[in-house]
Nanobody, 120 residues
Framework: QVQLVESGGGLVQPGGSLRLSCRASGSIFSVYTMGWYRQVLGKQRELVAT???????NYKDSVKGRFTISRDNAENTVYLQMNSLKPEDTAVYYC??????????????WGQGTQVTVSS
């Protein structure tokens, strides 16, 4: 019913930048909050940043001032601009979207994950 396609991960040196994107498609009537989470092997998935339909953002403290979340409502796409990357940002990054389907059902969906590795 809903497909999420992520892109933009990769290997970058400390201090470098990456931009992640996640596009939602399918039987979507409306998209609510969109967000990015990350997970390191053996640890719990943690929130990185979220953005509401009205553009209100929320960030994990350790990424404030370095990461910027944005969205394109016409394309049902959420972005995460990551600057001044640190080795501790290394993780698999997942996008999450909350949607209302044409059936009226409301649910949240996850992307497949994209690896971000920060290393010299």
């Amino acid at each position: 019913q809903v497909q999420l396609v992520e892109s933009g991960g990769g290997l970058v040196q400390p201090g470098g930048s990456l931009r992640l994107s996640c596009r939602a498609s399918g039987s979507i009537f409306s998209v609510y909050t969109m967000g990015w989470y990350r997970q390191v092997l053996g640890k719990q998935r943690e929130l990185v940043a979220t953005i509401t339909g009205g553009g209100v953002t929320n960030y994990k403290d350790s990424v404030k001032g370095r990461f910027t979340i944005s969205r394109d409502n016409a394309e049902n796409t959420v972005y995460l601009q990551m600057n001044s990357l640190k080795p501790e940002d290394t993780a698999v990054y997942y996008c999450n979207v909350q949607v209302r389907l044409y059936t009226g059902r409301v649910g949240d969906y996850w992307g497949q994950g994209t690896q971000v590795t920060v290393s010299s």
